[in-house]
């Protein structure tokens, strides 16, 4: 499937309707992350609607630095493309998969800053291929993930319920913790890629951290896995964990229906780490991988945990 338009959309152009933009959002969704789709499936069918629109949004913001044609992408490239998207937020879908993200905007009262912010994020990819520390990581992964969490708890909605207590005068709404599952799931994006982003010359892994487990670019590069290694590797583990559980804190804030997709989709994610962990670290020549069937069986008991947490 190609995300990005190949013409520019003249004023004649007859779009794809509403429905046929929202079916290719969902084929898109479906074919590039079965853990998120699979997370859709169980919300109702406005909600699942406008995550396919964002997800595809997503998708193609992050296709424009990491995609097949990354190579033609320039700060321009990303001008054009905020470009775009000040106009889908004015109302004005400028291809076929705009039209369904303009509906859904027209749905639910989302914000464009995280959608510029996300962009920042690419850009960031285009300026460096090294962190120094962590805050500076953290920064990136908030911009290209943290985001997401932003967008998907403003589609999902928090429970009414909170609001109604006497002492309550707003409805708190867990952003806090919706940015730390953005930015868990960044982070083990990041642990099980270590060995296809080192052969594209890129280092995610904060460089002090390295340092500090006294194991060097070189090591990374040529794929040493030794027990400096494997004890790095633990430390990054146990820092992407600390997210999940300020994740999990939120959940309960969340719209009934929106808590069993997210905890499928926090446990089903956050299970990349463990297969990390049962492949002895070894992220050079092996992709932790998730079997759809131990995808299913996280299900129940991610429904267990929303119904009683
Ligand atoms: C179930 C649900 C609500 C899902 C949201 C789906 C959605 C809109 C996802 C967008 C993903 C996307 C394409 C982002 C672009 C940047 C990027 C690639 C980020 C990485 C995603 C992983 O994708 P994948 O494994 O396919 O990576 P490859 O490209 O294959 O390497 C990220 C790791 C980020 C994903 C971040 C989230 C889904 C945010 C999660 C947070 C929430 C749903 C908020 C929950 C609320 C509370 C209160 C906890
Ligand atoms: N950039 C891409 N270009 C083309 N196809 C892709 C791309 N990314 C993913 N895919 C397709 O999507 C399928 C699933 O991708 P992936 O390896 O991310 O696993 P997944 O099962 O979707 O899990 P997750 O939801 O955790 O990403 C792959 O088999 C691949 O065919
Ligand atoms: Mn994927």
């Known amino acids: 499937m190609l995300l990005q338009p190949t013409t520019t959309v003249s004023p004649k152009h007859v779009l794809a309707s509403i429905d046929e933009s929202y ?31 964002i997800y595809v949004w997503c998708r193609r913001t992050d296709e424009l630095v990491d995609g097949p044609s990354a190579k033609f992408t320039t ?28 509906d859904a905007l027209e749905h639910f009262t989302l914000d464009i800053q995280p959608f510029r912010d996300m962009i920042e994020g ?41 609001g ?3 002492w309550a005068t707003t409805i708190p709404c867990p952003i ?14 990041i642990l099980r890629d270590v060995g296809e982003d080192a052969r594209r010359g890129r280092i995610y892994l904060p460089l002090e951290d390295l340092e500090l487990f006294n194991y060097s670019e070189r090591d990374l590069i ?56 049962e492949n002895q670290y070894d992220v050079f020549n092996r992709r932790a991988f998730v079997p759809t069937v131990r995808k299913l069986l996280c299900l129940p008991p991610a429904l267990l945990r929303a119904r009683v947490l």
């Open 222 to 277: 040529n794929g040493v896995i030794d027990e400096r290694w494997r004890a790095l590797m633990r430390f990054q583990i146990q820092r992407a964990l600390k997210f999940y559980r300020e994740a999990e804190r939120g959940i309960t804030l969340l719209s009934p229906d929106a808590r069993w997709p997210v905890w499928s989709a926090l446990m089903l994610y956050r299970k990349i780490l463990d297969v990390i962990a």
């Open 122 to 162: 690419q850009r960031m990819d285009l300026r460096c291929s090294r962190y120094e520390t962590f805050e500076d990581l953290k920064l990136y992964c908030y911009r290209v993930a943290g985001t997401v969490g932003l967008m998907s708890t403003v589609v999902m909605g928090v429970d009414p319920e909170y």
């Open 75 to 102: 700060e321009a490239t990303l001008d054009d493309w905020e470009s775009q998207l000040e106009s889908v937020f004015a109302g004005r879908p400028q291809d076929d998969y705009d039209v369904a993200m303009v």
């Open 164 to 166: 109604t207590a006497p």
């Open 23 to 53: 079916e290719c959002c969902r084929q898109i969704t479906a074919k590039y992350s079965k853990t998120f789709y699979m997370g859709t499936m169980l919300m109702s069918e406005a909600k699942r609607r406008a995550i396919w629109a």
């Open 176 to 189: 806090d913790e919706a940015i730390a599952l953005g930015i868990a799931n960044q982070l083990t994006n």
